[in-house]
């Protein structure tokens, strides 16, 4: 029996106790062992349910916490990483955005690599607007392998490896301008999903507005994840043309709808504004229909129909199945879905999809097996502007409940719950998909925009807590300033339980939009890198890195050459000179492998700061244009003598060329490389 659960059963025994001797009884303790934490909270003001939630939620020091839950850090670019239930937060994993502390884009060599991969139109992007984190997944539940995330500002995705918790890939869409609907794995991580949201030309050409019908697309990639590399395989990826509606968030089928993608959207009005031109605002243009198209779209054939060059067209490099081909070859169908949706959810059985529309305060429920019938008896209700089918929405729909006003997303318990946010009423809405009653609203401080539960999307969802991920925090904190933070709120639930909110957690870095949890035990990070020398960047030990006793300087046609280890608490070597005009490269390795043995390395003035963990290589380049000395120290507060952990580069005018040799400043065991 985990932590957590122990402290529930016995949590409302305590609180009721404490409080039978102290604080509700007579507003003060008087004797037995309750009183001191009964005063204690009377003097701070608390009532029973604040007690109660404070140990509900307290994990103490040292003890670990039951989930992890892996969160979007919004405009950060960044994922976060907290302990549930405590909420504390426990690591921020630079993803899009460089990330000093990692050392993350700041000189060491394999995480430019990484944040150059997502370079677009040849520009540097030094942030990204992440939206869904997705763990991957086996057989439709979390395997605790790796994690995606995606760029909405520039569509990119992102490959975490949690064995160490590091971003290892970057990949660029070429043919989005934006993307939303990602990223969502399919049950065994064969691709990752990635949605458009914003149309435009797929060939990334000039087209104006005007012509939004006729030039502008949306699209859906299928990145392919080679999970034996680590990586996304864009030559085996492919991409689905789809009409200029604005396609919005994914989910993968499971169970007996593996094999097939679920995309909602809004604006089929294709609306494009231009408030200027009279035109009605963007906004109202997009919510004239009563109806939007849900995409289901048959991945798994299409995957197949992509592995034929006739059927597809290479645009900017990747592999594009036109919308006509689509169409021809039965890949992708519609379906209405009321006003302007938002979620779209499968659940657990795989066998209903569930769709929220933020302007209508229904979820609607359709049948999975009923699409899966209309699709063979071609039960259509006609097709739209593009040739797409559109199943029969009386055929498909099962059922609608009205849960309140803005329904956005749903995540899933273990016996049939199902809770949906409420942004508009700020709320949560605990129902039952299996027999469609409301069971429960929590309301919640305020508008939240996405849940996550334990494994709430995935083929077993574990139930106990739901996290609703505010937009607004208003009143909530002490005043920071007019840019509030956002709030986490934690909410226990369970399947015979109702909800209670148990903790705010203000989240200061971005506006995250999704969270995903997962049982910590699921996740089995490395604690040290396995080995002495060992490159993140490959998995595996750089043959080259430097170790104890072959560190030194050598110089080889304008280069200096650094071979160069760290342990308490010293760098070896710890001062060499380079001739003003070379280029440096310095190959670092922490030799150490004792557990949170990390060094920092950074350079006076060269804008370089790389963190090397226990084991840990890396390589820094720069060039010592300028003459001068630049003191390198260690940044982690790793020792006693941590602040001696220090050393000089020392750049020699050109004037004075020869005065004193690199090899002068060898190591203790210089050797020649
Ligand atoms: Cu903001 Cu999933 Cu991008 Cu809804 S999304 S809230
Ligand atoms: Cu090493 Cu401080």
Redesign the pocket.
Known sequence: MTHSHRVRTTVTALVAALFAVGLTACGGGNGGDGTDISQVAQNRGLSAEDVESAVKTYVPGGEKDEYLMFASGGHAGQVLVFGMPSMRLLKVIGVFTPEPWQGYGYGAEETHRVLDEGRMNDRQIEWGDT??PALSETDGNYDGEYLFIND?ANPRVAVIDLRDLETKQIVTDPLMKSN?GATFVTPNTEYIVEGSQYPAPLDDSYSPVTEYESEYRGAVTFFKFDRDAGRVDTDRSFTIELPPYMQD?SDAGKGPSDGWAFINSFNTEMATGGIGQGNPPLEAGTAANDMDYLHVINWEKAAEVAGNPQNTETIQGRTVIPLDVAVEQELLYFVPEPKSP??VDVTPNGEKIVVSGKLDPHVTVYSWEAMQQAIQNENFQGTDDFGVPILSYDAVMEDQLELGLGP??TQFGPNGQAYTSL?IESAVAKWNWQTMEMEEKESVHYNV??LAAPAGDTKQPAGEYVVS?N?WAIDRFKSVGPLHPQNFQLLETGPNQGMQLLYDAPVAIGEP??AQVIDADKVEPWNTYPEVGFDPGQMEVDSEAPTSGDEGVSRDDGKTIVDMTAVRSHFNPERFTVPQGDSVIIHITNVEQARDATHGFAISEYNVNVSLEPGETQTIRLLADEAGVFPFYCTEFCSALHLEMAGYMAVEPRSMAGAESPADDRGTAARER
Do not use: I
């Open positions: 939206h869904h909405k939303h968030l938002h979620g956005l997303h942004f925009g996405h991920l937009k939009h999704y």
